[in-house]
């Protein structure tokens, strides 16, 4: 990938919607050099997929969670039944494996406090082998993108 590549890719993650030639002006291409780069970087992985970035509040979940989990122990089996169980828990966004005192880091969506409370009385703890659960709830955003720094 070079600074080319780069580039169309923090325009698209400006605006995903942009036409080729849009795109192909926005990073100083001609519409087919573009479009063959666009192509390569969507075949090799690079580019995943194209979502719009919705409001969760418009949508009804206006409750965002982050949620520490800690497992009681770290046997395979326990990780992979946890791991698939959040795969398959749709109010779970994002869920990354963690360094530090929690074995992972949730995000979570809901529409409200009961709702928050149904997620983990009857989805979080039905999963097993969790030791512990702490709670941290968004009150406020300061930032949040989804383009990522230039590399140089």
Do not use: W
């Amino acid at each position: 990938m070079d600074s080319k590549d780069r580039q169309i890719i923090r325009a698209l993650q400006h605006d995903g919607r942009m036409t080729n030639q849009d795109l192909a002006e926005k990073v100083n291409l001609s519409p087919s050099p573009c479009l063959r780069r666009l192509r390569n970087l969507e075949q090799s992985g690079v580019i995943k997929s194209y979502s719009p970035d919705v409001d969760a509040k418009a949508y009804g979940l206006p409750v965002t969670v982050f949620v520490r989990v800690t497992l009681e122990n770290h046997s395979e089996d326990n990780v992979t039944h946890f791991e698939r169980q959040v795969k398959d828990t749709n109010e779970i966004l994002e869920c990354y494996v963690m360094t530090g005192m929690s074995d992972y880091l949730l995000r979570v969506i809901v529409a409200d406090l009961d709702n928050y409370e149904n997620f983990v009385r009857n989805r979080l703890h039905r999963m097993g082998g969790i030791r512990s659960i702490d709670t941290s709830f968004v009150y406020g955003t300061v930032k949040k993108t989804a383009v990522f720094p230039a590399v140089n």
